[in-house]
């Protein structure tokens, strides 16, 4: 069996009002249209469909070579978006009889692999032509109603279509399809628009094969927040809140310590080790490495960082960068790109670290920018030291060996090294290189002007 996927990503998303595409809202970090595909990857479908027109340019950027992109330039109804890729599709088909089609919307960002593997597995054991998934809620408002026959499926209604006893039904149509291709590509075209609200309905092919006594089958999710549709942004706060459960739930199982799981957000690509702690309100993103014992305190942001074992983070921005084994950071730093921490270093409250190397043992305490240094061991950096990189042209580095001791409120002005085991006098401006073991400081004569109020 050849496995097609198309993906219905066309509509407008009006109820988002909203200039960007609603497939592209993010859900945990990442547009709506790519989780759906990694869905559908993850049910080894070999080729996909990714049927598109709103805001076409904008979600081809972002879907790019993911999938053939479709133009449907009228969006009218779900059976002729379907259409509009099974003219993309057929000159690549070969064996229609011995092909399946998946059809999925870009907007039902929690639907998982699994499903739609059972749900492909239970259309060729069942011998159905068209399955459907479904799933039971207790407010079916707004979606497709599904008619049974037993197990059979003679139909679905739209809301707009039901009949007040219709509407009562409370299994409804996730929008996600198993069909056989020969099935779509022979019956397709017998869609009409004879309906409330004159579009073609892709839904009305159950009814189409049921009455031509073919197999039809719904298969029904168990979670119905699994088929959660994406119209609007109360619905798209839900989807992040529910992906948000799953996740932490998983990583929690696997030894991971979570004060408030509702309020932390973790991307896909992070790894987590047993025995880190999370506190709240923290946003984990990229590829993000947090290795055991580390404990990450409320209000944390780190993206595409790894944070050794034992490592503590108080509060903190840190992208792009590495914070080795016991080392802490802030309250109220920032660890800009390019940054590599030793263990045993601290960075305290209202530090900022870019493109620079700090070996063990170093202290940058307070108040400090430290840019595009490498500074060796055990240095001491005092309160409000600078070290003036740029030059409102070019940037320069600083150079800082070990055992260093940096008086407060210091400027480095950049290029320049520090010797080893140098003392730097609290208060210096310094734009010469400074030998090792020697004491350096710059400073003005204190002036005292006796009387000078009167
Ligand atoms: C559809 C189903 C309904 C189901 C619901 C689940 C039909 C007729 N109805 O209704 O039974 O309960 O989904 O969410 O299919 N799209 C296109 N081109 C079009 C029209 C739609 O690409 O011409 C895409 C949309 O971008 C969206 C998906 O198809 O991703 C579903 O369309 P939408 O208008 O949201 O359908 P519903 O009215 O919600
Ligand atoms: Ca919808």
New binding site residues.
């Given amino acids: 069996m050849k496995k097609y996927a198309i993906i ?4 407008k ?1 009006t109820r988002m009002h909203s200039s960007l595409p ?2 592209l809202h993010k859900v945990i970090g990442k547009p709506m249209i790519s989780r759906v595909l990694a869905a559908v990857d993850g049910a080894s479908v070999e080729e996909k469909y990714i ?1 598109i ?1 709103h805001g076409a340019e904008q979600v081809k950027e972002v879907v790019g070579d993911e999938g053939h992109l479709v133009i ?1 330039e009228k ?7 379907v259409l509009t890729a099974l003219e993309a599709m057929e000159m690549d088909v070969d064996d229609p009889e011995q092909s399946l089609v998946l059809v999925t ?4 960002p929690l639907l998982r692999a699994e499903s739609l593997n059972e749900m492909m597995d239970q259309h060729t054991v069942q011998g159905s032509v068209a399955t459907v998934m479904t799933t039971v809620v207790d407010a079916p408002t ?3 109603r599904i008619l049974r026959d037993g197990d059979k499926i003679r139909g ?1 209604v ?1 809301q707009k279509d039901a009949t007040a006893q219709e509407q009562a039904i409370c299994e ?4 996600t399809y198993c069909f056989n291709l020969d099935f779509l590509l022979s019956e397709i075209h017998h869609l009409t628009t004879d309906n409330a609200q004159g ?1 073609f ?3 009305d092919l159950l009814k189409i094969a049921y009455d031509k006594n073919l197999q039809t089958s719904g298969y029904q999710l168990e979670n119905a927040d699994e088929s959660l ?1 994406v ?1 609007n942004r109360v619905q798209l706060a839900r989807a992040e809140k529910l992906l948000r459960a799953r996740v932490n739930e998983a990583w929690m199982m696997e030894g991971v310590t979570m004060l408030d799981p509702s309020s932390i957000s973790i991307e896909n690509e992070v790894v987590l080790e047993p025995d880190v702690v999370l506190e709240s309100n923290i946003y984990l993103s990229g590829h993000t490495v947090i290795k055991t014992g580390a404990v990450i305190e409320a209000g944390s942001r780190i993206k595409n960082s790894t944070i050794e074992h034992d490592a503590h983070i108080k509060q903190a921005v840190i992208t792009d960068s590495y914070v080795g084994a016991y080392t802490t950071i802030g309250p109220f730093a920032q660890l800009r790109p390019g940054t590599a921490l030793g263990e045993h270093v601290k960075v305290g409250n209202f530090v900022e670290v870019k493109n620079s190397n700090i070996a063990d043992e170093s202290k940058v305490s307070h108040h400090t920018y430290i840019g595009d240094t490498d500074m060796g061991a055990r240095v001491n950096v005092g309160c409000g030291t600078i070290t003036c990189n740029y030059d409102g042209k070019n940037k320069f580095r600083t150079v800082i060996g070990d055992d260093v001791f940096i008086g407060s409120n210091t400027n480095l002005i950049a290029p320049i090294e520090i010797g080893d085991e140098t003392v730097i006098g609290a208060g210096s401006t310094l734009s010469k290189n400074v030998v090792k073991q020697a004491l350096a400081f710059t400073r003005p004569p204190l002036v005292v002007k006796e009387h000078w109020k009167k």
Wanted: some cysteine; charged content about 10%.
């Fill in positions: 219905l990503a066309a509509g998303g609603k497939v049927v027109g449907q969006q009218l109804g779900t059976g002729h978006a919307c870009g907007d039902t707004g979606y497709g679905i739209e409804i149509n996730v929008g579009e309905y892709l839904t549709g119209n």
